[in-house]
C-alpha cells in the first residue's frame, strides 16, 4: 500500500505540510435540517431570547439579547439595565437603535431622554412616536411644569392621589435645585434648599386651577417673603437678615430667569407636553457641543420629566385606569450631564438605582471609564463607577488598552476579551481601488457581557430599513462649495439664488464659449426681487 500522508501533510522542502490547520466553520441549524450530521454538532452559548441584535463573531450562530427581556423572561441579569460604553464611530447608538427598534416590537415604548446629535430622532418618528423639540428659539421645557401629574391625581384618590402630588413636587425641587448647581458649579445649600421647598409649596397654593407657575413666579414668591418662606430661613424676625440670607439665591433665579446660558430654555412655558402611550424622544441636537452646561442642564431637565411620565403611567395601572406600560429609556452621552457640576452624580444615582421597581429598562451610555474617572469630587468617582457595577449587562465596543485596567476593577474580562476590545479600535484601512477609507474592522463588533459569564462577541449587521434610519453622517453626504453666493456658477451657467426670501428656483443666464455671462444677461436686484424691493436692498 502507498504511505498515507500525516495529518498536516508532508514535510520536507516543497511537499506542502500545513502548520496550521484552520478549524471548520459552525454553523447553527434546525435538527431536521442537519439531522445525519450527529455526532457533528455542538451546543452555543448565544441565547435566542430577545430583540436579534446580530450573529456571533465567533460561531456565526445569531444573538438575541437585550436588558429587558433578558429581565422579564430569561432571567439571565437581576437589573433591567445595560452599560455601553466604546470610541466614538464604532456603534454604540446603532446598537440602542436596534433594541428601541425591537422592544417596541414586543410593546415596550422607546424613551429618548435627550438626544443631542440628533441619532434617533428619523427612529422615533417611524416607529410613529413623539419628537419634541428643544433649544434656544425652538421649544421650551418649564422646569416648574408637573406635566399630568395634576390630572392624575384627579383620578385618584386618598393616599394614591397624595403620592403623585408628592412626586411632582420633589421632581420640581430637584430640578431646580439641579439648574442652582450648574449655574454656581456648586449645590445649594441646606437652607437655600429648605427655602425653595416652601417657596413651591406656597407657589403651588395661590395658583389657579390649571395654571402652571414658572421660575419667575417662583423668583417673585421669595422676593415677597411671605412668612411661611420666612420662617424656614430662620431671618429672626428681621427683613434686612432675611434679603441677606435670600440674596444668593435670589441673584441665581434672576439669572435662571432671564436670557443668560440658562435661563431662557427652562423659564417659559412647556411648548409640548409629553405624551405618555407612545415613543418620545427629547431632540436637543441645537444645543452647541461647547455649550456644556445648557447640554447637562437639557438632559437633566428630560430625564425629570420622562420619568414623572413614567411614574403617572404606572400609578394608573396600579389602580386599574390604564394598560400596563413599559418604558425603555436611554440616557445617551451620559458624561456630559455628569461633569456638569458636584452632585448631580447623586441625582442621577437615584434614577439609576429605582428602575427595577419603576418597570423601566435603562440604557446608560458613554464613551470610556475615563469619563467616570474624569470627575473631580472622589465620592462622585465611586458612584459612577456604581453604573457600571450595577448594570444588568455591560456591552462595550473597541477600547484602547489603557481602558482595560479601569474597566477590569469592575467587570472581570479575560485577557482574550480585552484583546477582543483592543483589537477592535485599529484604523480602517486605505483602499487603493475605490480610492476611500474603508469602515473600521471594529465598527458594528461589541461584547456582551453578564457578570462573571463568558463574554458574546457580536456583530450588528443593518437591515436595508434601518440603513435608511442610521445615517449619521447626513451633513457630509453633500459636497461643499467655496467662494461667494454670488459668485457660484455652475457650468451650465446657473446661479443659485439662496438669499433670504428668495425662491429656491435658479436664474438661467445666457454664457459664452469661454464660460462669462453673455451681455445683457446679468441679472439685476429689479429681476430677481422686484423693483421696490431692489431699491430697499441696493440692487445686489
Known sequence: MAPRPPARGWTGRGAGGAGYVQAASMWRSTTVQACGLWPWSAGTGSPLMGVPIGRNIDTNAPVCADPISWFQRANLISNPSAFVLGKPGLGKSTMVRRWCAGLTGYGTLPLVLGDLKPDYVDLIRALGGQVIELGRGRGYLNVLDPGEARATAARL???????????????????????ISIARKAPPSDREESILDRALRVLDDRAAAGDVPVLGDLLQVIREAPEDVRAVALDRGSIDRYRDITEGLEATLIGLTGTGRLGEMFSHPTTTPMRRDAPVVFDVSSIDESDTDLSAAALLACWSYGFGAVNNANVLADAGLEPRRHYFVVLDELWRALRASRGLVERVDALTRLNRQRGVGLAMITHTMSDLDALPDAD??????????????????????????????????????????????????????????????????????????????????????????????????????SGRVDDLIDAEGVRAVVDEGVADAPVNLAVNDDGSLAAGDVPTGDSLFGADEAAAEGHR
Open 380 to 481: 462622585d468617582r465611586m458612584k459612577a463607577r456604581g453604573f457600571v457595577e450595577r448594570a444588568g449587562m455591560l456591552v462595550a465596543a473597541g477600547l484602547p488598552e489603557a481602558e482595560m485596567t479601569k474597566l477590569t476593577q469592575v467587570v472581570h474580562l479575560s485577557r482574550t476579551e480585552q484583546n477582543k476590545l483592543v483589537s477592535w479600535t485599529d484604523p480602517p484601512a486605505w483602499d487603493p481601488v475605490e480610492e476611500e477609507e474603508k469602515a473600521p474592522p471594529g465598527q458594528g463588533n461589541f461584547l456582551v457581557k453578564v457578570g462573571g459569564r463568558t463574554g458574546i462577541p457580536v456583530h450588528v449587521d443593518l437591515t436595508p430599513a434601518e440603513l435608511a434610519l442610521n445615517d449619521t453622517n447626513k451633513l457630509w453626504r453633500e459636497v461643499s462649495r
Open 157 to 179: 384618590t386618598g393616599s394614591a392621589a397624595a403620592r403623585v402630588s408628592a412626586d411632582a413636587h420633589g421632581r420640581r425641587h430637584q430640578m431646580v435645585a439641579s439648574l
